[in-house]
T-cell receptor, first 114, second 114 residues
Framework: KAGVTQTPRYLIKTRGQQVTLSCSPI?????VSWYQQTPGQGLQFLFE???????NKGNFPGRFSGRQFSNSRSEMNVSTLELGDSALYLC?????????????FGSGTQLSVL | AQSVAQPEDQVNVAEGNPLTVKCTYS??????LFWYVQYPNRGLQFLLK??????LVKGSYGFEAEFNKSQTSFHLKKPSALVSDSALYFC????????????FGGGTRVLVKP
């Protein structure tokens, strides 16, 4: 079974631009979560999608948005990029997002904002 | 609000010696606790979880963790560390009151020396 796939692996953008990251969950998984990982702030929850609906949201500004498609694939978008948005963005999937479920993580997208 | 603390940024241990990575948590309800490991340039991998039942939980790669409700701790242990255990370890908690989102600790880097 294929794992969680994130594309692209690396991105370099400049301030003010926008970026879209993609995540394909494990086949059959309907819950997709996104996390931002930085050396200073650690792992921070961005949002979770289930059956094309945002079910949970972290404390990030509105510049961060996401969506989920009918095939459970998910995208996240960051508009008006700032230097502080440089981070590893991790996507994780699980069957239904239940409390007891473990998450399966992708290798992440490393975003550098110059 | 739920939170997780990993008091040690780094743990150094000699190969063959016992390894302990500490974790304490704070939740308003019953905690669902997890440990994940991250190798360089990779996403997180699930090690083990505590949902209910026995306080000692066994997981992947010879790791185990002990849930202590009175001390609100969930320390990760391995009786005999390997050089290949060198990685970044994250403790995480899920609580119904927090909408089931997963909150991570800051991470502990483990360095196992030959």
């Amino acid at each position: 079974k294929a794992g969680v796939t994130q594309t692209p692996r690396y991105l370099i953008k400049t301030r003010g631009q926008q970026v879209t990251l993609s995540c394909s969950p494990i086949s059959g998984h309907r819950s997709v979560s996104w996390y931002q990982q930085t050396p200073g702030q650690g792992l921070q929850f961005l949002f979770e999608y289930f059956s094309e609906t945002q079910r949970n949201k972290g404390n990030f500004p509105g510049r961060f948005s996401g969506r989920q498609f009918s095939n459970s694939r998910s995208e996240m978008n960051v508009s008006t990029l700032e230097l502080g948005d440089s981070a590893l963005y991790l996507c994780a999937s699980s069957l239904d997002g239940g409390r007891e479920e473990k998450l399966f993580f992708g290798s992440g997208t490393q975003l550098s904002v110059l | 609000a739920q939170s997780v603390a990993q008091p040690e940024d780094q743990v150094n241990v000699a190969e063959g010696n016992p390894l302990t990575v500490k974790c304490t948590y704070s939740v308003s309800g019953n905690p669902y606790l997890f440990w994940y490991v991250q190798y360089p340039n990779r996403g997180l991998q699930f090690l083990l979880k505590y949902i209910t039942g026995d306080n000692l939980v066994k997981g992947s790669y010879g790791f185990e963790a002990e849930f202590n409700k009175s001390q609100t701790s969930f320390h990760l242990k391995k009786p005999s560390a390997l050089v290949s255990d060198s990685a970044l370890y994250f403790c995480a908690v899920r609580d119904r009151a927090a909408g089931n989102k997963l909150t991570f600790g800051g991470g502990t880097r483990v360095l196992v020396k030959p």
